[in-house]
């Protein structure tokens, strides 16, 4: 139990079968996790018919409605530090993420990284199919956040990330503010100002074939108004947990020097 990937839902009942399939084909050791916002297609119950292919390694929770991708994540990382996971995957579940994929995030987060991000923007990072206006705005979005908050990662919105466990555990998670695009810029940027070591591996990021994109203006206007809100807030904000007596006593250890960049 060291390894959990956590695949949000909303509607993708033509993906989740075989992205379930997919992940324990290649990762057959890993548990993984749905948490789907009660869709309507049904995506739930189609996971529920697989509990008994993958009995102990695959879970579902269910949440009351659309709430939004961050919140999803939130829920799943706690859900993830209750019970002892160490290596903390997000991935979609539209195939834009190859489960292929997680090996070599796992290996770079094993290898000293608090935070290993599919990255499709540093060398030898790929997207295919997607229509040019997708990809400047992508990429538009990843020079804006890296000139507002200098944040050295070359594709801050990525959302096929591994944490290791002891960069979700330091941050005050409920503090995360954003659900879309800006939740995955968040992440990261919590973890940098952390101190942790954030470290780009390299994807193809392939768009996808089947189901309906979530993505609407709501979310670009969060993530244009949301790192503005970040690079001002993090003169006075403090992402790491406040600690309580008890959590003194639990395995939190701050001194973990192989995550923590030097001189932070
Ligand atoms: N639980 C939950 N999952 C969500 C929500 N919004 C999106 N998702 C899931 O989050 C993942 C990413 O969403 P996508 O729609 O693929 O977003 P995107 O990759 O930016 O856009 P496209 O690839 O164009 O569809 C998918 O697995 C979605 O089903 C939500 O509100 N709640
Ligand atoms: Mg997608």
Redesign the pocket.
């Known amino acids: 139990m060291e390894q959990l990937v956590i695949?949000?839902?909303?509607?993708?009942k033509e993906n989740i079968v075989s992205i379930i399939d997919a992940v324990f084909d290649v990762c057959p050791e890993y548990h993984l996790l749905i948490?789907?916002?009660n869709s309507p297609d049904g995506t739930a119950n189609l996971v529920k018919s697989q509990f008994a292919r993958y009995p102990g390694k695959l879970f579902l929770e269910q949440?009351m409605g659309?709430?939004?991708?961050g919140t999803?994540y939130i829920h799943g990382f706690k859900w993830a530090i209750e019970r002892g996971y160490q290596f903390i995957f997000e991935m979609?579940?539209?195939f834009?993420h190859n489960p292929k994929d997680l090996v070599r995030l796992y290996e770079a987060c094993k290898n000293g990284a608090g935070v290993a991000v599919g990255s499709r923007y540093t060398r030898g990072g790929a997207v295919e199919n997607w229509p040019a206006n997708r990809i400047l705005l992508s990429k538009g979005a990843s020079l804006y956040t890296r000139l507002i908050t200098w944040m050295p990662v070359m594709d801050p919105t990525a959302?096929f990330v591994c944490y290791r466990r002891e960069a979700l555990e330091a941050m005050n998670l409920d503090g995360i503010n954003f659900v879309g695009y800006a939740f995955q810029i968040e992440m990261k940027f919590a973890a940098w100002k952390l101190g942790f070591k954030i470290k780009e591996v390299p994807i193809t990021f392939v768009?996808?074939k089947l189901g309906?994109?979530?993505?609407n203006k709501g979310i670009i206007k969060e993530g244009v108004l949301g790192v503005l809100k970040l690079r001002w807030q993090s003169l006075f904000k403090n992402y790491r947990k406040k600690l309580s007596n008890t959590d003194y006593n639990s395995t939190v250890n701050f001194q973990q020097p192989d995550v923590l960049l030097e001189g932070k």
């Open positions: 695949i949000p839902t909303y509607n993708e948490i789907d916002d949440r659309k709430m939004g991708l999803a979609d579940a539209d834009s959302g768009d996808r309906n994109s979530k993505m």
